[in-house]
């Protein structure tokens, strides 16, 4: 999970909390390597020099309390863990013995490790801001990055090959992923991974994740798949040009090149193979696309577009529900859900298997809408046709936290109040704009927050 150029938009992929295991190549994968070039010969990923982050060297933590609030962001609370750093570390050898890392390689790899409190801020920023998906689409899959992807598709031509017949999953799926996540191996974060995972599992609220993450950081380097130098990247933890955690490494990654390493940092047949796997564990339907820009007729009812709500493409095409450029859907029995992102003023999409697959990747919408429409650029294929509503401007997180305490008092909206816009609030939406006879397309835009205040 996804950090950062085009990684501070998102969150950071694969940090989803997958759980550790051993190496996951598979009989298909293993048939096919001795198409790619072995060992020296291998295709490495050509990456930026790059100086980790150590103390001092970096901006340094505030000294303040956390945003969120958390009696473990506190000031205090973050002082009296990090005086306990060194213990805490100390504390996780059982833990990493029980997974086969050696004394000898724990106390190689924890020695002289401090933590990096400039991440307290770091996990608890408030942005004021979030962009618009239009604004997140236009940084994302511009001409200068689909460019870039189709030179990386005609240079790796061998191993996307490969990697393709092995898993069944689109070649230019995975080449997005790889242009979104670090901009080709340009961009991914300055931060050890050891030392990162190491804080976050002694100090802050998180760290009974994090703990785990640390824990199989450890397991990458005792197995020797990585060096210390090696596993660099966003301040959660997450690194490589596809910008898995620790704990998705360990689960997905897999030896392509034969080489004896699975290094989905530098080897190219790794890193795509590794992101094939993970797509493929997680659902990913060869032969298939992820979905389909649609027009939504008017009065339709958007109580309807909700990811519980899956129908076939026929039945969409019965509620009115077409593709902008009148073609056929080429499979009607298929199964999608509709995802408005900008309501009933934007464009429309009917979300495939495949698109949930996206998903377990990053679990943030926009994403996977830029990684499939990306995807589709990368093959030749057009802009979307409809018009994003670009008057509309986006609230800031007072503004949200405001809607969600008007949804609240007016009975809409059930849970604490946090300036999120996730799923419950989206439905509390709904609920409002049907009771007042507008479009219930759940988009929190600034005409519905004055509707709110009026009432």
């Known amino acids: 999970m996804a950090a950062l150029g085009a990684l501070a938009l998102t969150v950071s992929a694969c940090a989803q909390g997958s759980s550790g295991g051993g190496p996951v190549m598979g009989a298909r994968a ?53 005086a306990n750093f060194d213990r805490c570390v100390a504390g996780m050898w059982p833990d990493a013995a029980r997974r086969g890392v050696t004394q000898a390689n724990f106390q190689r790899f924890t020695q002289g490790l401090t933590p990096d409190l400039r991440i307290m801020d770091l996990m608890d920023s408030q942005p004021e801001f979030t962009k618009a998906v239009w604004d997140y689409l236009d940084v994302l899959v511009n001409d200068t990055r689909i460019a870039k992807g189709r030179e990386i598709l005609a240079r790796y031509k061998a191993q996307f090959d490969a990697v393709e017949r092995a898993y069944g999953v689109d070649r230019t799926i995975v080449a997005s992923i790889w242009g979104i996540e670090s901009n080709y191996s340009t961009l991914g974060g300055d931060r050890s991974v050891l030392r990162s995972t190491a804080t976050l599992a002694c100090v802050g609220r998180r760290q009974a994740y994090f703990r785990n993450e640390f824990l199989a950081a450890l397991d990458i380097l005792n197995r020797g798949d990585l060096t210390p130098d090696e596993m660099v990247g966003s301040w959660a933890g997450a690194f490589g040009p596809t910008q898995f955690m620790p704990t998705a490494f360990n689960r997905y990654a897999v030896d392509f090149d034969g080489d004896g390493r699975r290094d989905a940092v530098g080897s ?67 199964k999608a859900f509709l995802l408005a992102p900008a309501g009933a003023e934007g464009p429309a999409f009917l979300m495939l298997g495949n698109f949930r697959a996206i998903l377990r990747y990053n679990p943030a919408e926009s994403y996977a809408l830029a990684i499939g429409h990306f995807a589709d650029r990368l093959r030749g294929g057009a802009p979307f046709m409809q018009a994003w509503p670009r008057q509309e401007r986006v609230l800031t997180r007072a503004e949200r936290l405001e809607l969600q305490q008007l949804l609240a008092r007016r009975g809409f909206y059930r849970g604490e109040p946090d300036g ?36």
């Open 30 to 82: 293993e048939a096919v390597t001795g198409s790619i070039p072995q060992s020296a010969s291998a295709p490495r990923v050509a990456t930026p020099q790059r100086r980790v982050a150590q103390a001092g060297s970096a901006k340094e933590w505030s000294g303040e309390d956390g945003g969120s609030g958390h009696p473990l962001m506190s000031a205090e609370a973050i002082r009296d863990a990090a």
């Open 268 to 334: 190219v047949a790794d890193l795509i193979a590794s992101t094939a796997n993970k797509l493929k564990q997680d659902g990913w339907q060869a032969g298939q696309t992820w979905g389909y820009e649609v027009a939504v007729p008017a009065g339709f009812n958007y109580m309807l577009a909700d990811r519980a709500k899956s129908y076939t493409l026929a039945q969409w095409e019965h509620l009115g529900v077409r593709r902008p450029d009148g073609r056929p859907f080429p499979r009607p029995g298929d």
């Open 420 to 455: 999120q816009l996730g799923g419950r609030t989206r439905e509390a939406l709904r609920s409002f704009q049907a009771s007042i006879g507008t479009p219930a397309d759940g988009f929190a835009s600034s005409d519905v927050l004055d509707r709110l205040r009026r009432r």
